[in-house]
């Protein structure tokens, strides 16, 4: 039998997966990320320094809460190298 998307030879087992040829290698090879304790941690942080952030903006302290969300984001980069 002949593959209807790249015209070669397969087996009955073989099935078109997800709209790409299962004879061809995958133009991108993507590992999944290795989410570690530290990430989490981080995350945790960040999220607490947003709530704060907010916390601010309602109370109409608008330093805080600009100076909350600017820690928010360096902590973001941050949680991309751990």
Known sequence: MKCNTCNKEYSPECDYNQGRCPHHPPLLNIQPKDTS???FYVSL????LRVIAGGNLVIGN????GTFLILAEVLGV???LV
């Open 37 to 39: 304790k530290g990430h």
């Open 45 to 48: 942080v960040k999220s607490a």
């Open 62 to 65: 608008l330093f805080w809460a």
């Open 78 to 80: 941050v949680e991309e």
